[in-house]
Structure formats: C-alpha cells, structure tokens
C-alpha cells in the first residue's frame, strides 16, 4: 500500500527501557508529524518535521521524548528509561507541504 | 490539555436513527476538520471547514462551522451500523498544528 506505515504496531517495555519507533511516510511527502493519543482521548501533538528538519518539538512531553528525520524520510521517535505514563499509541502522519495529514495505523506502547 | 470539547462522550443510537456530535472551543481557529478513528487505525479526515457559517454535506453526513469559527456539529442522518467509531474534531492553530478534541464514540445498532 502506499499509506504511513509504522512499526512496531505493538511494543511491551519494562519500565526504565528505551524503545524505539518507526515512521514510514508516503513517498514525496515533506512535513511529517508525531502524536501521542492516551487511552480516551485525542491525539496529542508532538513534533514536526519539514524534510529533515525539527521545526517544533514543543509538545515533546519531556527530555526522554527524542524525535529524528535525518534524511528527510523515514522518522523515529525514541523514548528513553520509559515510564508507565508513557503507555500511549503513538501516531505518525505525513502530508504535501501543511495539506491534509495522513495518519498511519500507530504503535501502542505498553509499559509495564 | 485538550483546546476543543466535544459532546456528547458516548453515543448509542438505533440504526436509522439521526445523531449530532459538537465540538465547541474559546479559540478561534483558521479552520476546523473532523475525522472518524476506527480501532487500531488512525484518524481519517472527512471534512475540513474554514469559513464561518459553512455548512458542507458528505453524503448522510452534515457539518457546521459556527459564525464566529470556535464551534461545529457533525449530524448523521439515518445512521448505518458503518458509521460507528471514534469522532474527532480538530482545530488548526496555525498552518500546521492541529489541536483535537477527546472524541466521541458513536456505537450504531443494527
């Protein structure tokens, strides 16, 4: 298919943990976002990404939270010494420039 | 946080029935849009709203911008067992970020 892709879809982590997780946006797709959507409620903005570059980290919970894009494609967003707070699904969605945004299917992270 | 509120939180309705789901706000936003989440998918987006006013029609499904651009309505007429899932609003705070609402879970019995 030619949607966002993420992996993995579901991740268990023991608190105190790093994960890592991966964002496949659709090819040609400049701005790529990060959500974290709790149990219940919306999604939550993150971060963006004009091709490589991190134009707003301002939702990024806190320093463990670290985002990257280095070749202006494929993302990941690592989360260090996790946290039960942590337990979300993370979304990633890519558009054209700021038009509409295409979600992918999302990682649930568990931490236990 | 969450900027936008939407009601009601949970809706349960008979199939053929009609519903209304709000989304209501002290910003105003450049522009509004309304997706529909399904379990263990992400949000896809059914409308975008900009001018104050604005009624756009999907289908069986009717969106509204209210006047002063803080508020909206999605109303479903004669709701399919289809239209079940998360319904979500969301505003444009500038021309990236999008802010949403907690969603509301619209469950439609056949």
């Known amino acids: 298919g030619a949607g966002v892709s993420q992996s993995p879809r579901y991740k268990v982590a023991k608190r105190g943990q790093d994960v890592a997780l991966r964002c496949d946006p659709i090819s040609g797709h400049v701005s790529l976002f990060w959500y974290q959507q709790a149990l219940g409620q919306g999604p939550e903005f993150l971060t963006y990404?004009?091709?490589?570059?991190?134009?707003?980290k301002s939702g990024l919970p806190s320093d463990r939270f670290f985002a990257e894009r280095p070749e202006g494609s494929v993302s990941t967003l690592k989360i260090q010494r996790t946290q039960q707070e942590d337990s979300a699904v993370y979304l990633c969605?890519?558009?054209?420039?700021?038009?509409?945004?295409?979600f992918g299917p999302g990682t649930r992270l568990t931490v236990l | 946080t969450q900027l936008l509120e939407q009601s009601p939180q949970f809706l349960s309705i008979q199939e053929g029935e009609n519903l209304t789901v709000y989304c209501n706000s002290s910003?105003?936003?450049?522009?509004l849009q309304w997706y529909r989440q399904e379990p263990g998918e992400g949000p896809v987006l059914l409308v975008t709203?900009?001018?104050?006013?604005e009624v756009k029609k999907l289908k069986r499904l009717t969106f509204q911008f209210g006047d002063a651009r803080k508020d909206s309505s999605l109303h479903i007429t004669a709701a399919q067992t289809g239209d079940t899932g998360l319904y979500l609003c969301?505003?444009?705070?500038?021309?990236?970020?999008?802010?949403f609402g907690a969603g509301t879970t619209v469950t439609v019995r056949a």
């Open positions: 990404f004009q091709n490589e570059a991190q134009l707003d």
């Open positions: 910003s105003v936003f450049s522009s």
């Open positions: 969605a890519s558009s054209l420039e700021n038009n509409e945004q295409f």
């Open positions: 709203v900009v001018t104050g006013g």
């Open positions: 969301a505003g444009e705070e500038n021309d990236y970020k999008l802010s």
